[in-house]
Each structure stands twice: as structure tokens, then as C-alpha cells.
């Protein structure tokens, strides 16, 4: 059970404007950890106990799709207890993703280990629309045979029986076809040697599915810079118990909006050594000239300073991006966020649909194919007043969030309620630290 769970099923969020924050918050559990440690416990034979259990609507589709294929989830608590299919999840069956991309993936990487599987999605507007043809071909050259339209879903895979080998696939459009491969790979006779085409996208997420292998005792070797990545065959999955770690890209938003406004306060559990790419949003945050101080997983942020534009590679922290540009539209001088071309392959176009909605809170924004870059307000609240349109994005709803927390007039945030995606409980920790939220039924 969420904090949110009392709000409605569909609604726009009234975002008030605020004057400081203060307080303490724990960071909810890893959407990004809590996708792998569940596939890899449902990969396992035994039973894994994984504790702190993300409660995003990726989780739920997770599960729903694991049970699908023949896993027992046992919830205790904030804890589930998972008994795993092996290399042997059920065959013939229909799993719907939702509108999780790397759900979706992962596990069309995994349905190479059944007689057949077939995906579908009840988001045809936004997952429905997203490519995975680059999966399914790195599948069918390893013997698998697929049927979509444009790599697109409703996709069904017949795999069988297959032995591995050698596989090459892109890297430059999303690290998850990748990741899927990986969890493969060990439960193959011959394993997987993987080599990574092109400009390699998102090192962070690939390193997270890695050392989930190494968790659950899974053996791989790797070049430096993840080019040739190699699983032997013939492994098994085995953990008795994992932990899920703190969440580094919905936490980027809470220190955000504790940057941008006067106030103390501190967000626990987020590790120092985290893998989380995201976890470098805590030093774009200070290189903007913030006040952030570490003590051990714990971040305290004093709020009101002021903050300079930065120009940073936004592919190594890309799921913080929109929470930064926020910040970045109360900085003094320009902000550019580079090398960022696969945002505009998300829920929306994270690169066009961001300028935009910039430009109507009047914060001067532009982009080019791979880039976004702000102007910066300075210490100034922006007018406010206004209907945001949240896109069905959970990380443009945070965006939206913050910006109407420094505005002069509250902004109202259509389909806000898609923020249950990776962070159901978003709205009420920060009315936890001061923030006022109305919420209207659609």
C-alpha cells in the first residue's frame, strides 16, 4: 500500500507555489533494481527473498507478467517473496508489459526460453509506439523466429530451444535491448558473447543488469567500455536475499525542488557507490551551485543558493535530465544537456515535448536532434497560471512539478496521475516537506 493510494484513479494535480521546504525523507526503493532483482529471482530455481520492493505501476507490470510465466510472488510487507521458473518459464502464454519499456524488453530477450510468447500492450499511444526491432533481429539471428509490425507491438516470439553463441547488437537507441540479452544469456548451453554496435548508449543501466548477474552468482567478463560483454552458458541464477537500493532518478527531483527553494532538507538511502547513472545528478547539481552535503547515504541540501547554467553529456544520467532542467530554468546563464537523442524515444519526445513546455512557463529553451539546452530565469518565480500537459510522462510531471513550486501563480498538471509509473508516492513526500498539492478528478 502506497501513501497515494486514497488519491483517484485519474486526475490533474493544482501545483501551489511555495515558499521553502523542510524536513526528512527516505528515498523510495529502485524502480530500475527492483525490475532486475525480480527477473533475476524469478530466474533462479529456488525461492529469493527481495527486500524493499519498488511499488511502481513497472513493478506491478513486472509481476503481472512473471506470474504469467509461472513465478510465485509472495508479498511480505514491503518484501516479496519470489519463487523462480528457472531457464523453464511457462510457454504459450500472453504478457502485457503495460507501458514499461524495460519490462517489455528484458523479457522478449527471456522468451527465447519458451515454446512461445506474445506481447502486448494497453498503451498503444506510448509503448505501442516504441521500437524493439533491434532486439528481435539480435533474436533471430541466434535461431529465433519473430512476427510484429515495424518491431513493434504486438510481437510474438518462438523461440525453442536455443543454443547462443556469438550476437551482435545496436547500442546507440536504448541499453535495454542489450540488458535483455544478458539475462539470457547464462541459461544458454553456449552462453552469449555480445558485441555492442555503434555509439553505446546509457553504460549505467547495463552496468546495473551486470552486477544484478553478480548478486545472483552468475559469472560474465567485459571489456572496459562494455564493447564485447561475454556470459558463459550453462549457469544458474541463485541469491537467497537481495536488498533494492535507494531510487537516484526520482530522488534527482526531490533534491531539485529542495535546491530551488529556501529550506533544509535530507534524503536518506542513496548510496554513495550506487550504479545508478542517475547517481551524477547529485554532481550536476552541485557544479550548478547548490548546497549538497553527503554523510554516508544520506544528502542534505540547503536551498535558496544561487545556481549558474552547466553544459553536461546528459546520456550518463538520462532519466534525470527533465528533474535537472527544471533547475537548469533557475539558473543564471545557459544550461545544455548534450548527447541526450534517446530521450526523445521515452513515454514522449523528452527532448521536444520538454522545450515546449518550457517555452509556456516562458523559460527561453531550445534543442537540436541529441541536445537540450535552457536559458535560465535566474532568482525570479516564473508566472504560472497555466495548464501543463504532463504527455502521459511520469518524468515530465516531476519537471512540471518543480516549476510550479517556484511560480508565482499555481499550474495545473494534466494526467498527472501517470506519475504512479516509477513514483507513486512523489506528491506526498514533498507535501511531507511543505509542498501543497490540490488533486482533481478527472
Known sequence: MTLSAHLPEKFDVLVHPVQRLEGELTAQPSKNYTTRFLIAAALSEGETLVRGVATSEDSAALQECLEGWGATLEREG?????????????????????????????????????????FVTDYPDSLGRRPHGDLLAALERLGAKTSSVEGKLPIHIQAGHLMGGAVSIRADLSSQYTSGLIFLAPLLPEGLKITLEGDIKSTGPLRQTLHTLSIFGVKWSADPDLRTITVPGNQ?????????????PGSIALLGAAVILPGEVTVHNLLEEDLQGEREGVAVLQQMGSDIVRSGSSLTVRGGKALRGVTRDGDLFTDAVQALSAVAAFAKGETHFENVYTLRLK????????????????VSASETRDSLSIVGRGDVRLGGGITADGHGDHRMIMLLTLLGMRSSQPVRISGAHHIRKSYPDFFQHLERLGAKFEYLTL
Open 78 to 118: 514491503s518484501n516479496l517473496r519470489v519463487t523462480g521458473f528457472g531457464s523453464h518459464p511457462r510457454g504459450g502464454q500472453t504478457l502485457n508489459p503495460h507501458n514499461a519499456g524495460a519490462v517489455a524488453r528484458f523479457l522478449m530477450g527471456l522468451a527465447a526460453l519458451t515454446p512461445s510468447t506474445h
Open 236 to 248: 544458474k541464477y541463485c541469491a537467497l536475499e537481495v536488498t533494492v537500493p535507494g531510487d537516484y
Open 347 to 362: 513515454e514522449c519526445d523528452r527532448i521536444s515535448d520538454t522545450r515546449g513546455e518550457l517555452e509556456r512557463m516562458k
